[in-house]
C-alpha cells in the first residue's frame, strides 16, 4: 500500500497500515511517537492535485 496523508480531528497522519475490517493504524506527522487505531469512515484522504 503506498504512503497516504490523511486528515483525522484536524490534524495531517501518515497511514502505517491498513485492516481488512477497515480500521487503519495512523501517525501524526507532528509526533512520530503518537499512533491512534481509528476507522477509515473517520478519515479525509488527502490527494496530490494533477501535474
Known sequence: M???NVLYNGRLFTVIFQYDNGFCEIR???NKFKVALVHSSQLTTLTAPPN
Open 28 to 30: 501524526d506527522t507532528a
Open 2 to 4: 503506498p504512503t497516504n
